[in-house]
Nanobody, 115 residues
Framework: QVQLVESGGGLVQPGGSLRLSCAAS????????MDWYRQAPGKQRELVAR???????NYLDSVKGRFTISRDNTNRTVYLQMNSLKVEDTAVYFC?????????WGQGTQVTVSP
């Protein structure tokens, strides 16, 4: 079965950095694109970054130049490096992929940016 497990969240001050990881299993990882989403309490879930099977990337405008998505196909892991963090980046961050017609999500990891 498909499983996605996020880690690396925590509490940081504005301007700080975090690196999120998503460990994947249950599918041929190298053949699928991977996404990072985030959701703050009471707000819509939004796409933060996307990486294709070939390594092409796309980003939410507000994180361009600060966040970097990458993947390690050998270790079946996708990463989100977050630099210059802002208070408005506070949210639960989720890893996502789809296989066939099904969406799959990790459990989420909390990122809190506070003075």
């Amino acid at each position: 079965q498909v499983q996605l497990v996020e880690s690396g969240g925590g509490l940081v001050q504005p301007g700080g950095s975090l690196r999120l990881s998503c460990a994947a299993s249950g599918f041929i990882f190298r053949l699928y694109g991977m996404d990072w989403y985030r959701q703050a309490p009471g707000k819509q879930r939004e796409l933060v970054a996307r990486i294709s099977s070939g390594g092409s990337t796309n980003y939410l405008d507000s994180v361009k130049g600060r966040f970097t998505i990458s993947r390690d196909n050998t270790n079946r892991t996708v990463y989100l490096q977050m630099n210059s963090l802002k208070v408005e980046d506070t949210a639960v961050y989720f890893c996502r992929t789809y296989v066939g017609t099904m969406d799959y999500w990790g459990q989420g990891t909390q990122v809190t940016v506070s003075p």
